[in-house]
């Protein structure tokens, strides 16, 4: 297990994967809190041109709460990102074939699910952590964090989104031949989630609910109103690894 876990890391590092997310969420990460900042800039200078054409503005306030809205608007195009780029951890094994030699000489299966699952996850966590944390840091220097309430919880449960959704992706790939369909698996289960979370009475248990950190930010909702959607996302998760670790322990390699 430590082995395998060895040889991910050194596969993200190597084939510069790891080095693109981390930039891709570095640039997220600056790019909530500019956007917010030049705001009001971009609009003064579009005020005159505006005018022209019978459109007033008017002007336009902005604080933390401005660049933590832009913060959950980027989330979901990184969480896109990260799972277009894991999307053939394991269908690129699969077609060159070196996951054979290493179940030939002994190493159980379910560990290289275990594995692959907990690289992705790690990544996805630290590249979280460093766009909020970036985030985080020029809200504080230009504006005030205090205005947000609940912060760190609104921020675990958009992670926990993440999770459930490359939780999918590692069980598709655990039954799919190639990258395109491991995505439109994933893909099609959060289409799903959408579509069901038009329901007013199934929203409430749905993991899509976690992305509206927003509304626990602004006050709107308490942590206490997404517990049902939590416990729902968290025994999923476990079902999901357990039925990966089942389905790759049949699969013809």
Not at 118 to 131: D, F
Request: proline fraction near 3%; hydrophobic fraction near 55%; glycine fraction near 8%.
């Amino acid at each position: 297990m430590k082995a395998f876990l060895k040889k991910e890391w050194m596969e993200w590092y190597r084939t510069g994967r790891l080095l693109i997310l981390v930039l891709v969420f570095t640039l997220f990460g600056v790019m909530n809190p500019a956007v917010a900042k030049l705001t009001p800039w971009i609009m003064e200078t579009l005020s005159e041109s505006l005018a022209e054409t019978g459109i007033l503005t008017a002007a336009v306030s902005v604080d933390a709460m401005s660049s933590w809205a832009q913060f959950y608007k980027n989330f979901p195009v990184g969480l896109m990102i990260v799972i277009l780029i894991c999307s053939g951890s394991f269908t690129t094994e699969y077609q060159k074939g070196t996951l054979i030699p290493v179940v030939a000489k002994g190493l159980p299966r379910f560990k290289i699910v275990l594995a692959k699952w907990m690289m992705v996850l790690l990544v996805w966590t630290a590249l979280h952590l460093l766009c909020f944390g970036i985030t985080y840091a020029y809200n504080a220097y230009f504006w005030d964090n205090g205005i947000a309430t609940h912060l760190c919880f609104a921020v675990v449960l958009a992670w926990l989104f993440g999770v459930w959704a490359l939780t999918f992706l590692v069980f598709f790939s655990s039954i799919a031949q190639s990258s395109t369909q491991v995505l439109l698996g994933t893909g099609g289960m959060v289409l799903i989630a959408y579509l069901l979370n038009m329901f007013p009475k199934a929203s409430v248990f749905l993991p899509i609910r976690l992305m509206d950190g927003m509304s626990v930010l602004l006050g709107v909702e308490m942590p206490k109103d997404y517990y049902a959607s939590m416990a729902v996302t968290g025994g999923t998760v476990v079902l999901l690894v357990a039925l990966s670790v089942v389905c790759f322990g049949r699969k013809r390699l």
